[in-house]
Every structure is written in structure tokens, then in C-alpha cells.
């Protein structure tokens, strides 16, 4: 962390006035970032001004532009759309409408702009911008201002976010409201699936995106829809008949239910829109088949929105805070991005342009282009559709006998349960059936590994496997080594040539275990691999775990509930515990996304003067218009200051000014259906090990054996910053912490400053984390195969 001084050195505001407005389409996520912006704003003594009604606010002016205080956006982090108004300006479109507003910005003192919207909001933004200068001196000539006023206003600074649930904003990894839109689909697409499944159904159901397939093709991936269509890449020709012979076939395979998902903008290869009443008429008149149509509109907008969106949006709403205070004159306008765990900044106008020719493309029908430029994590989600959902012909296959491509590979579940194994599973056992592969599935980890409970699962045998939550294999914490030799046994009984691991931190110990026995059996000189499930996210090596992103929106949800539930009552303080065990990453992002007044854990110690300073810190917010207060507790951040020691001594603290309540969270955070998120990061994560897994099994075959002991034969697959990273579990060791099970170092320590500004601490927030300006060209460059959904 930066000194003190040199901290408030690069964050000092006092002078500024920054205007934060909406625009375009609303957004979930959009309340979040205009909170960060109003308090990290005030927090480094700017003067911010919420613009009402968008760019229509501006322009009219009066009572749309008013100041905000940091009592003004309490309790906006829950609630879905925009508070301060969002609406369509034709005026703004006008030079005579950007007169009128850059009039009203100069009579509040605003020079400096966060505007939140799509494409078009951000570029009129930065016309607005260009125009500044030209605008000043009209008002100048027409006595509206003097040439003072006209001086000390000379240069308007803008700074973009991306709002939009389409992620259709080249440049960002994820905009904001997108992942929200994306767990109203599911929602809806989990609910139509029981009733489908009673009657044998096929549903048809369109989704928005009238440029971008975005929601339509993750949705697809994320409930292992039959079909999708998209309008950045329109089926071949004959598409019809091939649709119905999917379906056809599926329904003799006994599966009950049918998904088609459709992009409102869904066009074939002559551009000629596909509608959802055209697909439901040619599956009725075909098949024969029961056939309902869901449109599901402005619900993929509304709703409160998920912990990813609103920690998002509060890193982005910072972000831009920051941009504007290290803004020059010369500096262009830019746009907050997220790349991988980043915040960065981009200039705003080469993404605008990029995005531009994403739709040039489809427009000129040169439609691999537009999915290319749509960028790689689009690309990846693609093609890991097409590779899970249609299903080869034993034609097609390997023969049985070819020696370097059909291998028996096991699958098995390790550790406690989380959220988003059985969509890994599942991704596993079908692309490992289309590399040639004999799949064997493990019941109950490695206790049910060395009695023998191993199985050939085959395709079908994982379909609807997508949305169910726990493990469906079974899971156990057993360690392998006290049954070292029946497990060898095992894997000698079955020949089992490759083992994948899907677990948290007893899968990683396992894989240590297993690599220390190849001395002894050399059974266990095969390729393995690991991929990391658990919600405590702690596994060396990988920033984000399967699970993780489930258990944080039961946290932020249950939170949500707990906080509504003092609604109305008298000031209440909240003690919530958050599983994770030694790893505060649930209680920090959790914490974030909740809008908590502090987190402990375990990484950052506490003593009881750390305590007494919260309690008065609180004890001061509740003398004002706040009424309820949240504290989150990692279960084992302290040995002696347990959440009843907590409870206890701020409710004797709080006398008189606040009463608590507590709850423990417990086993609620590992259960339920996974997240849109989790469903996907698992679908993709465990494609890739299993390709990896057919690499490794072709390179160590010899002699009609394989025999693997290299120490890069044994890997992690973990996600670091934006890449899905192969890691020797051996070299792993260092980074570890075995006694209290977590990396040494954890990325997202970096949040916590952050969630302390938004709470109203003083405290220090190192720049240098921040994204600084870059070219697109030079982020596209650096693009991997994986990033938030």
C-alpha cells in the first residue's frame, strides 16, 4: 500500500464536480456503479451530481441536477434498473440540445462526467466532449456565461461504463447487467424444464439480443439447450431438417423435454429473420411434437442484480472516479473495462468503433468475422456448445482398437460439494466420448474409488446433469493414501489411462498423494488433472473456483432478506457468518456485493482496538439517516473473537444507539442450482482438461502402455487473471499454505480497501492496481481462451 500522503496526493478531488447520469436502456448493476461513483467521489472531497433522466436531465436542467450525499445512495445496491432515471433524448441529438446542456453543467460547476449506457450513449458523450469548447464560446457570444466562467470550465473530461445485459461492447470481458439478465433466463429456463419434462414438451424461447447473441448462446450452454440461434453466426442451409433430426432422436433416447433458444435478432444464412413462432410451426408440422413459445422481454432486465454484477459495477464506478481525477487536458475519453480480475481503461472511441464493426460484418454477411471480433471468450463459447451438444455417430468415432486415441478415463468428485460439479462432470464425460475416449464414472471420491464403484457413463447418462446443484456422483473429503493399494488395483481392474479431479483443496492433496505413490505403483504413472469446485475458493493456483460464484449470491441474497427484514424497525446492526474456512474470499466479495460495513478474516489481522473502531464507526452512521448495518465473519478469521463474541460486544457498545442480530449462514451457501456462471466456468474448464488429458495420453503411449511420470503429467487447471493456466500440482507447494489451507497470495485482498471506501472508512487504496489507458489493439492481443462468462 502507498503512504498516506501520497495516496491522498493522487486522489484529491476538492474543487470537482462530477456529474453521474444513465442512459439508453436500463440495466441491473447500474444503481451499483452510480453508488461508487457518488461515494469514492465524496470520499476523495469531490462534489458529485446525480443528472435525472439521462441525457434529457441534462438538457432540461432545474431540479434533474442535484447533489448527491452518500445517505442519497444507501440501500440502491439490492434494486434492479437505474434510481436516477434513464431516457431516450432526441434534443441531446441536436447542437442546439448540447448547448442547453453544456449550460446547465456549467452553472453546477460539473466538468467531469461518468456516463453509464451502451454504444450510442457513450459516443454521443464524447461528441458532447469534442463539441465542449465550441459550446463554451457559443454561450460566451450569447451572455449565458462570461469569459471567466468559459476559462475555468475549459475542458469537460468523460468517462464511460458499459451498461448493457446484450455484452454486446467490444473491449470488456463482461458489461454491466449482463450476468444478472443471465440468471433471470436460467431462472425462468429451470422452472419451463419440470413442466416440459410432465407433458414431453419441446419449449421455444427467445431471448433478447437484436444485434448479439450473447445471452442467447451462454443460456444455450448454461442449461444444455438442444438447439440456439444466433445472429453472428445463422445456421447453414437444410438447418430445418437438422433440427428435427436432433430433436427426433433425442425424444427416442427418452428425453422428456426439448430447449430452442432464439435471439430476437436470429437471421439465416440470406438474412432473413428466424422467428419463434417459425421454429414452433416447423417442430408441430415435422415431429408432431407438443410445442409451447416463451418470449421472455423486459424480465432479462428486471430483478435485483447477482453479486457478479454488482461487484462489477462498483469496481468500475471507482475506477471511472479515479480516471477522471487523473484526467489532463489532453487525456481522450475513455471507457472502464473489465479484463479478466482488471479494471482497466480503454480509449473509448477504438471500442466504439470495434463494436461497429462487429455489426459491418454480420451486415455483409461475413458472419466467422463477427464472431471473431466479437472476441475469443464468444469464440470458446461456441464452439464448446457445438462440441457438448451434438452428439457423434458411433461412425464417427475412433475404432475401439485405434491404440493412440481411445483410452478409458476416469471421473470423480473430491471434497464438500459446490455448485456447478455436475456441469463440469457432465462437459467431461461428453467431450471425452467425442475425443474417442471410454468414460468411467467414480461414485463417492476416492472412498468409493478403492471399493470398487466405478462405471462406464455414457452420453445420455449426463443429460439435464447442467442445472443440478451438490454432485450428483457422489462426493467425499476420504484422502487417498490409506487405500493407496486398493485404489491402484482399481485403476489396474479397469485400465483406467487418465484421471480427471474435480474437487476443492482435499482434490488437491489427492493428486499430491497419488504422484507420491508412483514410486511404489505404477499404476499411477498416467496423465491427471484437476479442476478446482469448491465455494471457499482457497486452491492454489486458480483465481475462481467452481461453486464460488453460487454460494456468493446466496450470500448476497440472504443478506438482501436480512437487511429488508429490519425494514420499517428500529437501527439494526446484522452479524452474518460466511463458510470458507481459513479463506475470507465469500466474507470479502460477499461483503462487497452486500454492501457490509466490515469483513473479517482471517488474512488480515484484528485485535479488539480493530473492533472497538468498527462499533464507533457505526455507532456514528447510525446518528444519521442510516439505518442498518451489516458486518460479514469469515468462520475461522479468529479463534477467540467468535460471531457471539462479535454479537455480543457490539450489542453492548450499541446500546441505546442500535440493536444486532446474528446468523450463520452455514450449509445454505453450498446448495441450491448452480449460477449461470458457475454452469458455464465448469462446462468449459472441464472441456478443456479433458482435451488436455487426450493430448497427454497420445504423447506418453508407448509400447501399447501409457506411461506418465514427468512432473508436468499431473497438473491444476486453474483461471490466473484471464487465462485458464495448465500448472504442475508439484510446483503448486510453494504457493500453498497447507496448515490453514489457502495460496499465500489471494488477488482479490485487493478488493478490500475498496469495500472499505464505500463504507465510509478512511483508509488507503492503491492506484497502482488500477487499469491504466491502452490501446484495444494491444488488449485483444493479449486475449486467452476464457474470461467471466
Not at 590 to 608: K, S
Request: proline share 3%; aromatic share 6%; glycine share 10%.
Amino acid at each position: 500500500m502507498p503512504d498516506n500522503k501520497k495516496f491522498f496526493e493522487n486522489l484529491r478531488g476538492t474543487g470537482k464536480c462530477i456529474g453521474v447520469l444513465t442512459s439508453g436502456g436500463d440495466a441491473q448493476g447500474m444503481n451499483a456503479a452510480v453508488r461508487a461513483v457518488v461515494r469514492m467521489g465524496i470520499y476523495v472531497g469531490a462534489k458529485v451530481y446525480f443528472i435525472h433522466e439521462g441525457y434529457q436531465g441534462m438538457v432540461d436542467g432545474g431540479d434533474n441536477i442535484r447533489e448527491a450525499s452518500w445517505e442519497n445512495v444507501s440501500s440502491m445496491l439490492q434494486v434492479g434498473g437505474t434510481v436516477i432515471g434513464s431516457a431516450r433524448c432526441k434534443e441531446f441529438r441536436t447542437h442546439e440540445g448540447r448547448l442547453r446542456a453544456a449550460h446547465n453543467l456549467v452553472q453546477h460547476g460539473i466538468t467531469n462526467l461518468c456516463v453509464i449506457g451502451g454504444d450510442g450513449s457513450l459516443t454521443g458523450a464524447n461528441l458532447f466532449r469534442e463539441e465542449w469548447s465550441g459550446l463554451l464560446d457559443k454561450l460566451v457570444q450569447s451572455g449565458l456565461i462570461n469569459e471567466e466562467t468559459a476559462k475555468m470550465h475549459s475542458v469537460l473530461h468523460i468517462v464511460g461504463m458499459v451498461g448493457s445485459i446484450d455484452n454486446d461492447f467490444c473491449g470488456t470481458d463482461m458489461t454491466i447487467g449482463t450476468d444478472s439478465a443471465l440468471h433471470r433466463i436460467i431462472e425462468v429456463v429451470d422452472a419451463i424444464m419440470t413442466t416440459a419434462q410432465s407433458h414431453q414438451r419441446t419449449f421455444v424461447l427467445e431471448v433478447m439480443g437484436r444485434h448479439c447473441g450473447y445471452l442467447a448462446l451462454v443460456s444455450a450452454l448454461a442449461c444444455g439447450a438442444d438447439w440456439v440461434l444466433i445472429p453472428e453466426m445463422p445456421p447453414k442451409d437444410g438447418w430445418e431438417e437438422e433440427m428435427c433430426q436432433k430433436l427426433s432422436e433425442n425424444r427416442a433416447d427418452k428425453k422428456r423435454l426439448n430447449i430452442i433458444i432464439v435471439a430476437e435478432g436470429a437471421i439465416d444464412s440470406k438474412n432473413k429473420p428466424i422467428t419463434t413462432d417459425y421454429v414452433k410451426d416447423l417442430v408441430v408440422s415435422r415431429l408432431g411434437f407438443d410445442t409451447r413459445v416463451t418470449i421472455l422481454g423486459h424480465v432479462q432486465r428486471g430483478g435485483t442484480p447477482s453479486a457478479f454484477d454488482r461487484i462489477l459495477a462498483s469496481r468500475m464506478g471507482v475506477e471511472a472516479v479515479l480516471a477522471l481525477l487523473e484526467a489532463s487536458p489532453g487525456t481522450p475519453a475513455c471507457v472502464v473495462s473489465l479484463c479478466g480480475n482488471q479494471a482497466v481503461r480503454l480509449p473509448l472511441m477504438e471500442c466504439v468503433q470495434m463494436t461497429q464493426e462487429v455489426q459491418k460484418a454480420m451486415d455483409e454477411k461475413r458472419f466467422e468475422e463477427a464472431v471473431k471480433l466479437r472476441g475469443r471468450s464468444f469464440e470458446n463459447n461456441l464452439s464448446t456448445y457445438e462440441l457438448l451438444s451434438h452428439r457423434k455417430a458411433d461412425s464417427e468415432l475412433p475404432n475401439e482398437g485405434s491404440c493412440h486415441s481411445s483410452f478409458n478415463v476416469a471421473v470423480l468428485n473430491v471434497g464438500a460439494p459446490a455448485a456447478g460439479m455436475n456441469a463440469a462432470v457432465r462437459s467431461a464425460v461428453r467431450v471425452g466420448i467425442t475425443e474417442g475416449h471410454k468414460m468411467f464414472a467414480v461414485n463417492d471420491g476416492f472412498e468409493g474409488f478403492y471399493k470398487g464403484q466405478i462405471k462406464e457413463i455414457k452420453w445420455g447418462d449426463v443429460g439435464g446433469w447442467t442445472g443440478q446443484g451438490g454432485s450428483l456422483l457422489g462426493t467425499k473429503r476420504t484422502l487417498p493414501g490409506k487405500h493407496i493399494d486398493k485404489i491402484a488395483e482399481q485403476l489396474r481392474i479397469h485400465n483406467i489411462n487418465a484421471l480427471l479431479v474435480i474437487g476443492g483443496f482435499e482434490a488437491y492433496l489427492s493428486l499430491l498423494e497419488l504422484l507420491a505413490a508412483r514410486g511404489k505403483h505404477q499404476e499411477f504413472c498416467i496423465p491427471m488433472v484437476m479442476v478446482p469446485a469448491t465455494v471457499s475458493n482457497n486452491i492454489p493456483g486458480s483465481d475462481l473456483s467452481i461453486g464460488a460464484d453460487t454460494a456468493l449470491n446466496a450470500i448476497t441474497d440472504t443478506c438482501d432478506r436480512i437487511k429488508q427484514s429490519a425494514s420499517g424497525t428500529k437501527r439494526r446492526v446484522f452479524i452474518i457468518e460466511t463458510m470458507g474456512g481459513y479463506c475470507g474470499y465469500l466474507a470479502t466479495v460477499g461483503g462487497l456485493a452486500a454492501g457490509a460495513d466490515a469483513a473479517y478474516v482471517y488474512e488480515e489481522p484484528f485485535d479488539i482496538r480493530d473492533l472497538q473502531s468498527n462499533v464507533e464507526h457505526l455507532t456514528e452512521k447510525m446518528k444519521t439517516t442510516i439505518q442498518r448495518g451489516l458486518v460479514l465473519r469469515n468462520e475461522n478469521c479468529s479463534e477467540n473473537y467468535t460471531t457471539d463474541f462479535i454479537y455480543q460486544l457490539y450489542s453492548e457498545e450499541g446500546r441505546g444507539v442500535f440493536d444486532c442480530r446474528k446468523n450463520v449462514l452455514g450449509h445454505m451457501q453450498q446448495g441450491g442450482a448452480p449460477s449461470p456462471f458457475d454452469r458455464n466456468f465448469g462446462t468449459k474448464i472441464a472441456a478443456k482438461a479433458v482435451q488436455w488429458l487426450s493430448r497427454k495420453l497420445t504423447q506418453f503411449y508407448r509400447e501399447g502402455r501409457v506411461f506418465a511420470d514427468t512432473e508436468d503429467s499431473a497438473c491444476l487447471l486453474g483461471m490466473r487473471r484471464r487465462a485458464l493456466v495448465f500448472q504442475p500440482v508439484l510446483q503448486l507447494q510453494e504457493e500453498t499454505d497447507f496448515e490453514h489451507r489457502i495460496p499465500m497470495e489471494q488477488w482479490w485482498l485487493k478488493l478490500r480497501p475498496l469495500m472499505k471506501i464505500l463504507a465510509k472508512y478512511k483508509t488507503s487504496y492503491d492506484i497502482s492496481d488500477s487499469g491504466q489507458l491502452e490501446p484495444v489493439v494491444r488488449l485483444r492481443a493479449k486475449e486467452t481462451d476464457v474470461s467471466a462468462i
